[in-house]
Every structure is written in structure tokens, then in C-alpha cells.
């Protein structure tokens, strides 16, 4: 059966929803987000199904909201309903604090508890259960992240054999730091009963048929191709391929156009009187070098004194994982090195360091973007990093500057007409800081159409359509 043909199930740990609540009735909506704005069409074309955690305890009526859901966005949504200790182990102790910074090459933060791994391979239990008591024989169950790359694998015990695709939001490590993990062959072997295996980059690619051949013995590789390798494991083959993830650019493009979107820039851009606007926006996370690019704004003003106010960096944080102790101390470590810069360098009518820490609404997110003459977008390591697409998508007049960390995925796509930067090289990333903040007009605009049109091109819609033809094809 074509796949085109086949019924989509969607599985993520977090629904794409956003529960709320008006006066005393309860209220349910899409969540935001770009994995939500590319497969919700899909789901609603082919009658499809989401399945994950609904992120609320058990005071909302579920059954009622999503029937709600489902007549208004025309797809399904079925839930796994976690408790707290759950939540603590699977969510917070193994993904986010095993997975999450070992595949991001932060091994210092990583804990290794077992109790935490086995609870994480419950809960992937449990979320397999909940897909199998939903599975038809037409469906293509497409699993996301690293919170669940073990339920493939138990949907196989449990007798499934619909196709599988797993798709991997963030990096993937070299053998050599998949080795730490104590639970590392057990994971790749519940990996290799995908059918397709998808990972942002070719390096992650790589690393993970490397990982395999080091670590898993009688698995060959059958065909290296362009966009995907073929492996032979056990009789069957799995593919594992690379797919950019990316955004809707004309959603953006033509949001970034409006009129409501242009005066929120003009007047954000007044507030600052008229200097140049260099913006970073991240959720919490010590994976985006927030306090490497404040110790590199620092050194931009010791080292360039001319941009001494007529540079303003503004930084604006969502909060996040506001459990985890790491990421407690990231706070408090940001309030700190932004305070230090501004009593150094501040005068009474120039703060250095804007920096604020909550969530933005579309519109001010667009208006930030379209007032920022220059994104500084360095995380020390980022799956994709769709910050700096969202960026380019809305420089509608094509004159923002994108300095981008080659540690993102995205540098493999937009690294020839962005800035490249080792975010930890704090010299380098100033030095990038003054060329950008001199670039001219022209050489501005040159670069800026050429990364709004590869990000036009490589949009979301075609990384959906290419996930699933290759499944689909040979
Ligand atoms: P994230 O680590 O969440 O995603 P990213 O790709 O940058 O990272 O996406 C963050 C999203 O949050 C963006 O859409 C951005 O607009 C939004 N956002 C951030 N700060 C905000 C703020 N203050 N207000 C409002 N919105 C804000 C993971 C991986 C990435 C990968 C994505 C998708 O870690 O590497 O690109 O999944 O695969």
C-alpha cells in the first residue's frame, strides 16, 4: 500500500494542544509550534491521529475537549496520561537528564540513574499500548523524539507490523559518547526496529550508523545513498536518512508583512533609539550558549569601544524545564553576567544587555525579528535550530544579518550566506559581532535573499514529503 494511501498516527510525548480555561468552562485549542503547523494538515487530510501526553493532571474533561478538538481541526487526539513520578523519572530524570545532554555533547550534565531508565522504558511501554489499542492495518505510525525512541520497538513485541518511522529532533552523538551511556546497546537496537530512522543532519546520520556498526554486531550496511543508508539487520532492512526539519515560510513571511507586525517592529525599534538591534531569542536551555554570547557581546564593547551605545543586545528567554535544577542555575546565572555587563558598561541613557524572560506572542516575535538588524543565534549545540529560519523568513526587506553557531544543524543549510561562529571562541564571535554591525547595505541584503530563498525552498511541507516518500520508496 502507497503511503499516501495510509492512515497518519502521530506520536509525540506532548500533545499539540493548549488547555485552558474561561471563567469556569474549559477551553482547548492547537498548540503553536512547528511540528504542530507541518503535520496538523496532514493529520486532517488523511483523517489522522496524534497521541501523546495531554501535560495536565486529571481536573480538565478529556474525552469532552478532544471531541471538541477533533470536529474543529478535523484529527484525532488520543492521550497517555502520566502521573508525577512518572513524569519526574521518564521526563525529567532520563530524557532531560540523561538523553538530553549527552546527545547534545554535555556530558557533564549528564545523570545516569537506573531507576530513571526504567521507568523511561514503562512509560515508551505505555505509550505503545495506548498506539496499539489505537492501530488500524493502514496505518503509518511516525514516532518523534527522543522521549520515545523505544516505543517501535515495543509496538514489534506487541505483534505490529505497520510501517514505523522515527523521526530525532536533536542531535546525535559520535560512538564515542554513546559509549557512556550504560544503556546505549539496548537503545540502538530499539532503534533499528524502525523502518526509517530520521535524523536533522548528515553528521547525525553518520554518528548513528557508526554507532551501530561499533556497537551492534551482524548489522550491515547494504547501500549508502545521498539522502539515506540502507542497513540489513536480522533479515529486514532499515533505512536511516537525513531531513532538515524547517518552518512554514510563507506563515511567516507573510505574518512578518503586516501591518500589525511592521508598527510592534517601529515601535520596538523607537524604544531603542535608533540604534542596531542584535537579538537572541531561546528557550532556557544550556544548550544555546546564552552566557557565552553575553561574555561575547562583553567582549565586543571591550575590544570594538566605537559600537559603545549604538549596540544594544536584546535577549529574550522563554522559560523552560523549570523543574530541572540545571537549568534553575542557568537563570540565575544569566540575571547574573547580564547585571555584571550592564553596571560595567551601562550609562543613563544606554542599557547594553536587554534581557527579558518570558514567552513572546506571534506578532512580537515577528516584530523582535523584523527589528533586529543582526540575530546572534550560538548555541553550543541545536539539532536544527529553527530561531534562525524564523529569523530569515520574516527580514522581509532582506537587510538582517544571521550570525549562526556552526554547532546548529541549521549551519549545514544556511552557513554560506550567515556568519559562521564557534560559540565558544569569544574573540571570534565579537569579531563576527563588528563585521556584521558594519556590513554594507548591499552585501546585507545579497545574503539575506539568498537565505530566504533556500529557507523558502526547504520549508516544512517538503520535509514531511520527503520523510515520507522515503519510507515510501526504495
Ligand atoms: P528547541 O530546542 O525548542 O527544538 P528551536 O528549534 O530553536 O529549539 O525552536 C524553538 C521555538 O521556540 C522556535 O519556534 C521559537 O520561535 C520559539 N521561541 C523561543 N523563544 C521564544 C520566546 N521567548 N517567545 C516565543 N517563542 C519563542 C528542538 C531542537 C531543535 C530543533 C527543533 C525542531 O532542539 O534543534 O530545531 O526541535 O526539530
Known amino acids: 500500500m502507497n503511503i499516501n494511501e495510509r492512515r497518519l498516527v502521530v506520536v509525540s510525548n506532548r500533545l499539540p494542544i493548549v488547555i485552558g480555561q474561561d471563567e469556569d468552562r474549559w477551553t482547548i485549542g492547537p ?16 483523517h489522522g491521529l496524534w497521541i ?24 484525532r487526539l488520543s492521550a497517555v496520561p502520566l502521573s508525577e513520578e512518572e513524569e519526574d523519572r521518564y521526563y525529567r530524570g532520563f530524557s532531560n537528564e540523561a538523553l538530553w545532554p549527552l546527545f547534545h555533547d554535555l556530558l557533564g550534565h549528564c545523570s545516569f540513574v537506573r531507576e530513571n531508565w526504567e521507568t523511561y522504558l514503562e512509560v515508551n511501554r505505555r505509550f505503545a499500548q495506548v498506539v496499539a489499542g489505537e492501530a488500524q492495518d493502514n496505518d503509518f505510525i511516525w514516532i518523534h523524539d527522543y522521549q520515545l525512541s523505544m516505543v517501535g520497538a515495543q509496538l514489534r513485541q506487541m505483534g505490529l507490523d505497520q510501517p514505523l518511522g522515527f523521526f530525532l529532533h536533536i542531535p546525535f552523538p559520535s560512538p564515542d559518547l554513546l559509549r557512556r551511556l550504560p544503556w546505549n546497546r539496548e537503545l540502538l537496537k530499539a532503534l533499528l526496529q524502525y523502518d526509517l530512522i530520521g535524523f536533522q543532519t548528515v553528521r547525525d546520520r553518520r554518528n548513528f550508523v557508526n554507532g551501530v556498526l561499533a556497537l551492534i554486531p551482524d548489522v550491515q550496511v547494504e547501500r549508502r ?10 533479515g529486514r532492512t532499515v533505512k536511516v536518512g537525513h531531513f532538515p526539519i524547517s518552518i512554514d515560510f510563507a506563515e511567516f513571511n507573510d505574518l512578518a ?37 553575553f561574555l561575547a557581546f562583553e567582549r565586543t564593547l571591550e575590544k570594538y569601544p566605537e559600537l559603545r551605545r549604538n549596540i544594544t543586545l536584546l535577549q529574550v528567554v522563554v522559560p523552560s524545564r523549570t523543574q530541572v535544577p540545571d537549568y534553575q542555575n542557568l537563570k540565575e546565572l544569566l540575571d547574573q553576567i547580564a547585571g555584571r555587563i550592564n553596571a560595567r558598561f551601562g550609562e543613563p541613557a544606554w542599557i547594553p544587555i536587554h534581557y527579558v524572560f518570558r514567552c513572546l506572542d506571534r506578532v ?14 550560538t548555541p ?16 522581509v526587506e532582506a537587510n538582517g544579518v544571521l550570525i549562526l553557531s556552526e554547532f546548529a544543524g541549521a549551519a549545514d543549510q544556511l552557513g554560506k550566506n550567515a556568519l559562521l561562529v564557534n560559540p565558544y571562541d569569544l574573540d571570534a564571535t565579537a569579531d563576527a559581532l563588528f563585521r556584521a554591525s ?12 539568498l537565505l530566504r530563498g533556500q529557507v523558502r525552498r526547504y520549508d516544512v511541507h517538503r520535509w514531511v514529503r520527503s520523510f515520507m516518500s522515503t519510507l515510501d520508496g526504495g
Open 438 to 449: 558594519q556590513m554594507p547595505a548591499e552585501e546585507r541584503r545579497r545574503r539575506m535573499v
Open 31 to 46: 498548540g503553536s509550534g512547528g511540528l504542530v503547523t507541518a503535520l496538523a494538515p496532514v493529520c486532517r487530510a488523511r
Open 52 to 75: 501523546g501526553w495531554p501535560g495536565c493532571g486529571e481536573g480538565p474533561p478529556l474525552d469532552e475537549l478532544f471531541a471538541t478538538f477533533g470536529a474543529e481541526q478535523g484529527y
Open 257 to 293: 508583512k503586516s501591518e500589525e507586525v511592521s508598527d510592534a517592529a517601529w515601535y520596538l525599534h523607537e524604544n531603542l533609539e535608533g540604534r542596531q538591534v542584535v537579538l537572541g531569542v531561546d528557550r532556557l536551555d544550556y544548550t544555546k550558549g546564552i552566557p557565552q554570547r
Open 364 to 377: 512580537q516575535l515577528l516584530a523582535h525579528y523584523r527589528a533586529a538588524e543582526i540575530a546572534l543565534v
Open 380 to 395: 553550543l549545540r541545536d539539532g536544527m535550530n529553527l530561531v534562525a529560519k524564523e529569523y530569515c523568513a520574516s527580514s
Open 225 to 234: 545513498g545521498r539522502q539515506h543508508t540502507r542497513m540489513r539487520v536480522g
